[in-house]
């Protein structure tokens, strides 16, 4: 079983920055897939940026050139460094983790309010 904490949301103007963070717990971190995924109200909810075991990227459009992901394996813990925050990037963030046997977990959210 993995337990994922995420932190680091909150209100910020647009233009901002945040950085969120997702600490893992009961599995070999530096195995797992890691992604960030958001949710607005009612919206489906989508795909971030995404990062695997070797470092391999992916980012959504909507994202690419403002945020970028990160790993430490060694602090079993994965970022998302927003920047240049937009309204429309107010969600509640998600981090999950996708094991080499296609097990996934969720983190319970935080919550992104960027104010206009």
């Known amino acids: 079983q993995v337990q994922l904490v995420e932190s680091g949301g909150g209100l910020v103007q647009a233009g901002g920055s945040l950085r969120l963070s997702c600490a893992a717990s009961g599995s070999i971190f530096s195995r797992n897939t890691m992604g960030w995924y958001r949710q607005a109200p009612g919206k489906q909810r989508d795909l971030v940026a995404r990062?695997?075991?070797?470092?391999?990227?992916y980012y959504a459009d909507s994202v690419k050139g403002r945020f970028t992901i990160s790993r430490d394996n060694a602090r079993n813990t994965v970022y998302l460094q927003m920047n240049n925050l937009k309204p429309e990037d107010t969600a509640v963030y998600y981090c999950r983790c996708t094991t080499p046997t296609l097990n996934s977990y969720w983190g319970q959210g935080t919550q992104v309010t960027v104010s206009s």
């Open positions: 990062i695997t075991s070797g470092g391999s990227t």
